[in-house]
DNA sequence: CCGGTATACTTAGCGTTGCAAAATAAATCG
DNA sequence: CGATTTATTTTGCAACGCTAAGTATACCGG
């Protein structure tokens, strides 16, 4: 623990990074059960979640194609996902007039409306979380948040992966 | 951003439990990703290395049941991922003299093994991550890291869930 | 000791992810 | 126009993850 102050310069300690590694796969793995579970009273999964989220994030609509870049996923998950999204109606799937390879994906009002609840009830369960720091501490939080997440999206070389 | 400093007293503000969560979010997918490249290399899934280090953690061996309750699975799921684990001789399985309707699992030296070249591998790609932040922030990170689990892990009730 | 209940796993069955490879269909290039 | 690229979908396969049902063993009251 303490050796963390003598690893000079900047040089990272192998036990630190071990630990490190440990915590964040904990994070991962329990972070990932609490997401699965307010989400499953909406009937929706994580990764049919976070594409809501991402298309969403880019304007309500965008190509599967991109969306499965932003998503980093292979085209054909993103078809299965898309699929079931469309089979309960919270998104639209329409060709591009313009390039009718392409298939645009369009969130319904409905699709945005679960979306909204899912954020919501999600909210209100992390407030409880978030009200073990103080002010200050979850400033820090979010900026070391903030930064490493650049870190890992330019470690994987997305050029320019609109985040989320 | 700066709202945050004004949420009075300890309340949470709702824009910085959206941002939070969708950082969060995108934490755990980013992550998981990463998680999986490194892994899938060595043969191993996410949820195999993850029993592996529980099993290691707990001393190299225990009954089938409290892996299941450490990793927070059901046993069916756990037994598939045993199954898995013990055909690639990473685990072996054997029944308790005491208590024959118990399962112990064992790990292998050649488990042992794997797991410690994932980890290895693991250190040597993470330690470019953390290289990013000085020696004081990384300690903060971590002070955070194992904050935020102990919240996490008081939230979801477990009783004495030793950790991993 | 016996029947009934509880416990520890495994099986069976189902749906979602996730990937690779092949198939389609539309655009584009020479 | 034929050949090649590009955007998606289809197919096939494996791993999760859950519930419900089955199996074997332990334990408990009488």
């Known amino acids: 623990m303490l050796a963390t102050a003598f690893s000079g310069a900047n040089g990272v300690d192998d036990l630190d ?9 904990l994070l991962v793995w329990r972070q990932r059960r609490r997401f699965a579970q307010t989400l499953s009273a909406l009937g929706l999964t994580m990764p049919q979640f976070l ?6 994030a880019h304007g309500g609509s965008l190509p599967i194609g991109s969306l499965a870049e932003a998503t980093e996923q292979c085209s ?15 998104v639209r ?4 007039p313009n390039d009718r390879r392409s298939v645009r994906v369009t969130l319904t009002a409905e ?8 954020r919501a009830e999600r909210v209100e ?4 979380l978030l009200a073990h720091f103080t002010p200050e501490e ?3 939080i979010m900026r070391y948040l ?4 650049n870190v890992l999206a330019e470690e994987s070389e997305e050029p320019t992966s609109a985040a989320i």
């Open 111 to 118: 699709g945005e409306a679960l979306l909204e609840r899912a």
């Open 93 to 96: 799937r329409q060709r591009d």
């Open 17 to 25: 990074v071990a630990r490190f590694e440990e915590m964040i796969a």
């Open 76 to 90: 054909a998950t993103m078809t299965g996902i898309v699929d079931r999204l469309a089979s309960t109606g919270l």
């Open 51 to 56: 594409t809501l989220m991402v298309i969403q």
């Open 125 to 128: 369960r992390t407030r409880q």
């Open 146 to 149: 903030e930064r490493y997440l």
């Open 138 to 140: 979850r400033a820090d």
